[in-house]
């Protein structure tokens, strides 16, 4: 017997989590209720544990992001991990008639797709953007941007740009394939090729909405080879201090409040109704939860996460790849690479 372990969804908004610890090895025994993984979504750390006893199997590690619709491990009654390269090549796919000539006018190679049926939608999405009937960016519309995020981190971005009213969104991209097909808020929706393509068509601003680090990192690295920007998105009911500086590709929330000579990291979200006070200094892809009060003179630092409603006082440095847990209050300096459980 094999059994699936899958992540807990906590929220809708969260379509992946990424591993912050692996606490088993591969053929080892483990027992009912076991904590084997520790996950990290853009709300808070979750523990993974085992529905069953057996022996643990997995293909990830630490830092790796996982779908949270995908299996995380397997535990079987076996010690023998040869199912797991035999699980990911059964696949039973149907193809319509229009998509398998587009398949074979086009030569397409399909053996990444993911769906069940391939259908004329799913291989239109497939093809380069400059044959697809693509509707044309005119070349007078100022400060276009393109959202990076097809699914509800797109949605989120969108609705930024949208209420800022300073860029106009043209597209989005599908970052979770290589392929995309459809639309969203009647807006195209692309694969990650269309980035050039775009770009040569005068869209030359750029929102990167992921929940994965190092996704948000390679895309980064693609797009600003390319020649784009990367601005920051601010909500119309939020409050900015024209003495903060904000880094590139940072979201600031509705309802959220940066105060006096604040500074704020790249890729770093200061999501609805947090506030960040005087004189604080925020890393790089961190995210400070909605809900959460950060005093004076707050320094955190790189990649860390500031779970919902929590408070930190004032002068209080959190290092580098830490978690703080929602609702905790935090009196006392975190070191690096902690998860926060309890209010200290």
């Known amino acids: 017997m094999i059994k ?11 379509l992946s989590a990424t591993i912050v610890e692996v606490n088993s090895l591969n053929g080892v025994y483990v027992n009912e209720g076991d904590i084997v993984f520790v996950v990290e979504t853009t709300k808070a750390a979750i523990d993974v544990v085992t529905p069953i006893s057996g022996f643990f199997f997995t293909k990830y590690k630490n830092g790796d992001s996982v779908q949270i619709d995908k299996e995380i491990c397997y535990i079987s009654d076996k010690n023998n991990d040869s199912f797991l390269n035999n699980k990911q090549e059964i696949k039973n796919t149907l193809i319509t008639k229009k998509a398998k000539l587009l398949i074979e006018e086009h030569n397409l190679d399909i053996s990444n797709v993911e769906e069940k049926i391939i259908t004329e939608k799913i291989v239109i999405g497939m093809l380069d953007p400059s044959v697809l009937s693509f509707p ?36 989005f991209i599908n970052y979770s394939k290589e392929y995309a097909s459809g639309e969203l808020f009647d807006l195209p929706v692309l694969g990650i090729s269309a980035l050039e393509y775009l770009f040569k068509n005068s869209v030359e601003s750029i929102y990167i909405n992921t929940n994965s680090v190092n996704l948000t990192q390679e895309l980064f690295n693609k797009a ?5 920007q990367f601005p920051p998105l601010i909500h119309k009911f939020s409050y900015v201090s024209d003495l903060s500086s ?42 400070i939860s909605d809900g959460s009060r950060l005093s004076g003179k707050v320094t955190i630092g790189n990649n860390c996460l500031i779970g919902l409603n929590a408070s930190i006082v004032n002068n209080i440095v959190i290092g580098d790849n830490s978690i703080i847990n929602s609702g905790l209050t935090i009196t006392t300096n975190i070191p690096g690479g902690e998860i926060v459980r309890e209010s200290i």
């Open 4 to 14: 699936e372990v899958y992540i807990p969804k906590v929220s809708a908004n969260d």
């Open 136 to 171: 044309d960016i005119k070349k007078t519309i100022k400060d276009a941007i393109v959202i990076v995020g097809s699914g509800d981190h797109g949605e989120v971005a969108y609705d930024l740009v949208i209420s800022a009213g300073i860029y106009e969104p043209v597209a």
């Open 224 to 228: 600003n080879k390319i020649g784009y």
């Open 246 to 287: 904000l880094g590139k590709n940072v979201m600031i929330g509705a309802g959220a409040i940066v105060g006096t000579n604040v500074n704020i990291g790249n890729f770093t979200k200061v999501l609805n109704s947090a506030s960040v006070a005087h004189h604080s200094n925020i890393g790089n892809f961190c995210q």
